[in-house]
């Protein structure tokens, strides 16, 4: 496998993953809406620390910022932080099996949305309401799902 | 099974995560810092936003596709229905604003100025809310008019049943509102039977907002009406807001719980109207930038202090309280304010009795109350220094 192809085929599930996050839909299945570009950014962040990581974090951060967040560079250093997490100790991850897998993506959503909330605070645009930290618990479940979709090519070749 | 590519890479190129993760979160903070406090970075947002413009337009382009064809294959008898709803619907506002000329200018007469007033909204633009999800929680939309056609930030939103938001973020050919349901949106209000103004906070669902700051005694029902008080200097008097519909009054809490409904279809709405407004029309918005509420208006000097009223010489007062009524200090606190406004009351009333000559006689001094009031009316709003445009 050429080093330039798995940097194509990280910016094209993250190109996917934007416009999953941004399609509109009804509002009871909004609130549940799993944060899909968080979770890609993960799986490159665990499964090619070299190639994507904390830059591919930062960047993705900085276009969700620019989607929806009340100040720009909020989503851009709780992603790079998450995916930086995901780098240092992306071998014993990747030697888990998916359901310890899970938990861990669940934590480290857990600290994503955590430090949001934070941030959110801190600049004085709270928002206290319960349904932001439903996207934590359907983003672990979806996380064997993307990992499977996203290595695919790599487990067959 | 584990996933993951299987083998690891080399792993010395480049400098650590860990150094790259430090340098990414400096740059967050410095992001974070600048945006925040200096306002800097609006210029990095409109670039970015005008970069995401296509992304977004993309991701809506599927429920638009959608709602064309709906639209294209609706059948005959929908349109029919639709278009005689409409006619009726035209013919009835038609009737209604058949007065509305004759009711300016009298409404202009009847305030001492020469001519009625212009509509305080000068200029007006349909804008269409693009279909994306900007954030569920955050009641904001995107709207596909930017600075290219002359969208400013803090400007304000209408459909038309109501005022709906106001603009946060500008890019080129998009722009960002916030929802005046949002829980950080918060308007300032006038509640219509009683004048008494208050500030209408979003709830955080697209259907209510709060009134928090009214104290418990406040004289609020349900069913009161809820217009723009044109102070804050984003939305011009006299706009409807919502209606309100619920009180709750508890013993022990000091504040009143109000809660209303917008008139605008926060929820559902596809098309939007951005306005402008004329600076100087008096229900205008009051702007806080140009620092006209500090310097003022040089004509409008204080009025000397009343002469002291006579006092009672003997205890008994029966036979001083006529005396103490017909003092000219106690007539018209409010004309006493503007030494022109006085003198000019007699002067302007062969106006008011609505003989056309006496209306358009050059009188020197005609103009002066018209000044006075247009100039004062944006600083000291009471109940009918403001006119309410319909």
Known sequence: MSSGEPRLRMLFSALLALVLTVLPLPSYLDIARPPFLVLVVLYWSMAAPRAGGVGLGWFSGLILDVFQGPVLGEHALALAAAAYIFCREHQKIRSK??????????????????????MDAYSGHPLTSPFRWIHILTGAILWTPVAIILGYRERRS | VAFGTPGSRSQARGPSPGFRFSLYAILSFVVMFLDQRHGWMEQARFALQAAAYPIQLAVSSPTNAWGWMQESFETRDALRAENERLKKQDRLLAIRSMRYEALARENGELRGLRDALPPVAEKWLAAEIVNIEINSLRQRVLINRGTTQGVFKAQALLDDKGVIGQITHVGPWSAEAILITDPEHAIPVEIERTGLRTIAVGAGDAQSLALPYLPGNADVKAGDLLLTSGLGGVFPAGYPVARITEVHR???????????????????????????????????????????????????????????????????????????????AGTDSRNSTTPSGTVNVPAAAPSKTGTPGAAATPDSKEPAPGENTRAAAPKKPSPDATPRNP
């Open chain 1, 97 to 118: 099996p998916e359901f310890q897998q899970s938990l861990i993506v669940l934590a480290a959503l857990a600290f994503y949305e955590g430090f949001l909330f934070f």
């Open chain 2, 250 to 328: 508890d013993a022990v809490q000091p504040l009143a719980q109000v809660r209303a409904t917008p008139f605008a279809d926060v929820d559902t709405d596809r098309e939007v109207v951005l306005v402008w407004f004329r600076a100087d029309h008096p229900a205008a918005p009051t702007s806080l930038t140009t620092g006209d509420l500090k310097t003022g208006n040089p004509k409008l000097q204080p009025q000397p202090a009343p002469p002291p009223r006579p006092k009672p010489a003997n205890p008994d007062g029966s036979a001083q309280a006529p005396t103490t009524l017909t003092t000219p």
